[in-house]
């Protein structure tokens, strides 16, 4: 699963299409939690990541939706900067 970027302790990442499914979404890994957020929504459709780190992956993601969304659809990984 490629690393599209990191910030605060937190790594974003999105599995290849053929072994995901609907709705488009990637995955916030921080420490020992971990989150699936759908594109579209950002809302956090599965995981035990911490509200403060929902809210800093929300922020993140609100910036790169467009990108984001992109990326899920080509299948053409590439790195987006952090949240600062």
Known sequence: MPIISKF?????????QQSEH???HFHAIYGE?????????????EGDLPAKGQALVREWAE????ELLNIW???????????K
Not at 33 to 44: C, E, R, S, V, W
């Open 33 to 45: 939690y971990t989150g699936a957020f759908d594109i579209q929504t950002l809302k956090m459709i």
């Open 8 to 16: 605060y302790g937190i790594i974003i990442k999105m599995y290849f």
């Open 22 to 24: 609907n709705p488009p």
């Open 63 to 66: 910036q790169h939706k467009s």
């Open 73 to 83: 659809n080509t299948q053409e990984f590439k790195k987006l900067p952090p949240l």
